[in-house]
């Protein structure tokens, strides 16, 4: 099969054995893969002569079934967004948990469906697995404030907490571009984070906010979240720092500080695991309803190093505006 393997921080295209499923595995045709941050700083890390598929996000046709696979038929339309740990989605066929896939929505083709798993996974275990925001009525009257506001991960968190909670939604956005983004995704306000943000929250007369997710680089924000979060509010990063930050100041707020990966309960194969293709599911009842919308901005074609090289470029350039995706081989 066709797939495209890093090798030594380089991708290049292979031809590979397709994959055996294990016990519980759906084997996927893949249709279309998106593009995400860990993808390239994965890419970066992989100093080896190793030929290692990434990619963390697809949508594509079930072809294959693991011997005591119960939860999908071949023929099936799906989406995942995988396993850091196994072989990823930038190859024609992906073995993956059926715990962690679920059928894909009707109304969205393979590419636009593919933009959102790995970032829906993330935003919506950081809202309700970690800060444990109330859904509609209990969050009414609560703020949200959302770091980086046109990536990926923030624009569809900023959908996920208009539709699933009551929360005031702020969202950060320097750039024209990003701003009408973040806008229609449907944040109620939008700061810039190119300037102190704390004049720009009192603005909007408030003095704290109870829920932060910070999708940026946690290091240049920490400080400055640690001041704006409320008492007893929360604060969720998705980006581990790269240096040691003082958590000491927050006892005094009894803030609770998490951190998300939506990758831990594939990792650690957790009792819950299943809870990911559970939310996926959920969110899939969403789109066709109308009430998420893909976030997919950017379309390449085909699936080659050639125009992967070019989202991973892009993506390292820091001003993509939601998703990039390929499709088709």
Same mark, same amino acid.
């Given at each position: 099969?066709?797939?495209?393997?890093?090798?030594?921080?380089?991708?290049?295209?292979?031809?590979?054995?397709?994959?055996?499923?294990? $016990?519980?595995?759906?084997?996927?045709?893949?249709?279309?893969?998106?593009?995400?941050?860990?993808?390239?700083?994965?890419?970066?890390?992989? *100093?080896?002569?190793?030929?290692?598929?990434?990619?963390?996000?697809?949508?594509?046709?079930?072809?294959?079934?693991?011997?005591?696979?119960?939860?999908?038929?071949?023929?099936?339309?799906?989406? #995942?967004?995988?396993?850091?740990?196994?072989?990823?989605?930038?190859? *024609?066929?992906? &073995?993956?948990?059926?715990?962690?896939?679920?059928?894909?929505?009707?109304?969205?083709? #393979?590419?636009?469906?593919?933009?959102?798993?790995?970032?829906?996974?993330?935003?919506?275990?950081?809202?309700?697995?970690?800060?444990?925001?109330?859904?509609?009525? !209990?969050?009414?009257? $609560?703020?949200? @404030?959302?770091?980086?506001?046109?990536?990926?991960?923030?624009?569809? &968190?900023?959908?996920?907490?208009?539709?699933?909670?009551?929360?005031?939604?702020?969202?950060?956005?320097?750039?024209?571009?990003?701003?009408?983004?973040?806008?229609?995704?449907?944040?109620?306000?939008?700061?810039?984070?190119?300037?102190?943000?704390?004049?720009?929250?009192?603005?909007?007369?408030?003095?704290?906010?109870?829920?932060?997710?910070?999708?940026?680089?946690?290091?240049?924000?920490?400080?400055?979240?640690?001041?704006?979060? !409320?008492? *007893?509010?929360?604060?969720?990063?998705?980006?581990?720092?790269?240096?040691?930050?003082?958590?000491?100041? @927050?006892?005094?707020?009894?803030?609770?500080?998490?951190?998300?990966?939506?990758?831990?309960?594939?990792? #650690?194969?957790?009792?819950?695991?299943?809870?990911?293709?559970?939310?996926?599911?959920?969110?899939?009842?969403?789109?066709?309803?109308?009430?998420?919308?893909?976030?997919?901005?950017?379309?390449?074609?085909?699936?080659?190093?050639?125009?992967?090289?070019?989202?991973?470029?892009?993506?390292?350039?820091?001003?993509?505006?939601? $998703?990039?995706?390929?499709?088709?081989?």
């Amino acid at each position: 099969m066709k797939a495209i393997a890093c090798v030594r921080t380089e991708l290049a295209d292979v031809e590979l054995e397709a994959p055996v499923p294990a $016990k519980r595995d759906v084997v996927v045709e893949v249709r279309a893969v998106s593009v995400n941050p860990v993808d390239t700083k994965v890419r970066r890390g992989h *100093q080896s002569d190793d030929r290692r598929v990434l990619g963390w996000d697809a949508a594509g046709v079930v072809v294959g079934l693991g011997p005591e696979a119960s939860s999908f038929a071949v023929g099936e339309e799906v989406w #995942f967004a995988g396993a850091i740990g196994r072989a990823g989605t930038n190859a *024609q066929r992906c &073995a993956v948990a059926e715990r962690i896939v679920a059928r894909k929505p009707r109304t969205l083709d #393979f590419a636009q469906a593919a933009a959102l798993p790995l970032t829906t996974l993330t935003a919506y275990e950081a809202f309700f697995d970690r800060m444990r925001i109330g859904r509609g009525e !209990a969050s009414r009257g $609560k703020t949200l @404030l959302v770091v980086g506001g046109a990536g990926g991960v923030a624009s569809i &968190a900023i959908q996920l907490a208009r539709v699933l909670t009551e929360t005031t939604v702020i969202a950060t956005a320097g750039r024209e571009e990003s701003r009408a983004w973040v806008k229609d995704m449907g944040a109620h306000h939008v700061v810039d984070h190119r300037s102190e943000l704390r004049p720009q929250i009192e603005a909007l007369g408030l003095k704290h906010v109870d829920y932060v997710l910070c999708t940026a680089d946690t290091d240049p924000y920490f400080a400055t979240l640690a001041d704006l979060v !409320a008492p *007893q509010g929360f604060l969720c990063f998705i980006v581990a720092p790269t240096a040691p930050i003082e958590i000491g100041p @927050l006892q005094r707020k009894s803030v609770t500080v998490a951190w998300e990966l939506m990758f831990t309960r594939a990792i #650690f194969e957790t009792s819950d695991m299943g809870e990911q293709g559970r939310l996926l599911g959920e969110v899939a009842a969403l789109v066709d309803a109308g009430r998420i919308r893909t976030t997919m901005t950017k379309r390449l074609a085909p699936i080659t190093a050639r125009t992967l090289r070019e989202a991973h470029a892009l993506i390292e350039s820091g001003a993509t505006v939601g $998703k990039i995706v390929l499709e088709g081989w």
